[in-house]
């Protein structure tokens, strides 16, 4: 199985505080990996030492072969959306798409503006003035234009309504398919990542409890979130 993640007993402390401990996993490549668990439970820390946002405090990480953030190209290679959907206020759609030009060296033009046209984000429309779902879907766009090979997204529809996260979901899992592109995806929302995901890694107690293919788990005749939500109590519990 290629990957694009592989940690061992990764580990990340804030003080005396381990936000992420003992965490051994293996991303693999191709797929929309949903990375699920409960709030502290270490999602947002992984996510960020794989965008080389942090430094691992033990074991080793490599994101597409590499120590993630080594060089400008890897960087280049991986996108990475935060939690809030990190647009400008101020700044337009067609500003960011320009931005976007300017600071990615692998950047996608034609594929930024006919996402943006066919979502219906108004060029000369400010980030501050879209709603919570068109502003989620500029970063999205903005994410894929960069043409990464790994797209990461924390916890990307967490403040969106039922409806905007439906079309993101499905807007995501398109490109995805149409591109190739491997995807890292975290939630706390069992049933969204059931969407899109085809193989999820939970984290609780700031380990590893479950990861595996979404037909595999549902093969064991209980359903993704019982299977889910069992590996997280079990987790809790230790």
């Given amino acids: ?28 490549a191709g797929r929309v990996v949903g990375l699920v668990g409960p709030n502290g439970a270490g999602k947002t820390t992984l996510l960020k030492l794989a965008a080389g946002q942090l430094a691992p405090t033990t074991g080793d990480l490599a994101v597409l072969g590499e120590r993630p953030g080594a060089t400008p190209a890897h960087l ?13 206020a101020a700044l337009t759609v067609a500003d960011h798409l320009r931005l976007g030009a300017r600071l990615n060296p692998r950047w996608d033009a034609p594929l930024a503006r006919e996402r943006a ?17 068109q502003r989620a879907q500029l970063a999205l766009t903005l994410g894929l234009a960069k043409r990464p090979e790994l797209l990461i997204l924390d916890e990307p529809v967490a403040a969106l309504d039922p409806l905007a996260r439906r079309e993101f979901l499905e807007g995501l899992g ?18 969204d990542l059931e969407r899109v995901c085809d193989h999820v890694i939970v984290l609780a107690g700031s380990r ?22 069992a590996a997280m109590d079990a987790g809790a519990g230790r």
Avoid at 76 to 88: C, E, M, S
Avoid at 122 to 127: H, L, T
Avoid at 208 to 229: F, H, I, K, N, W
């Fill in 1 to 28: 199985m290629t990957a694009v993640l592989e940690a061992h007993v990764l580990g990340r402390r804030y003080g005396t505080r381990w936000a992420l401990r003992e965490c051994t996993v293996v991303v693999p």
């Fill in 76 to 88: 280049a290679r991986v996108g990475f959306v935060a939690q809030d959907t990190p647009v400008y």
């Fill in 117 to 133: 046209a066919r979502l219906g984000l108004p060029p000369a429309r400010r980030a501050g003035r879209l709603s919570g779902g």
């Fill in 174 to 191: 398109e490109a995805a398919a149409a591109h190739g592109l491997s995807v890292l995806l975290s939630s706390h929302l069992v049933s």
């Fill in 208 to 229: 590893v409890r479950l990861a595996g293919d979404v037909d595999r788990l549902r093969a064991s005749g209980r359903g993704l979130e019982d299977v889910v939500l």
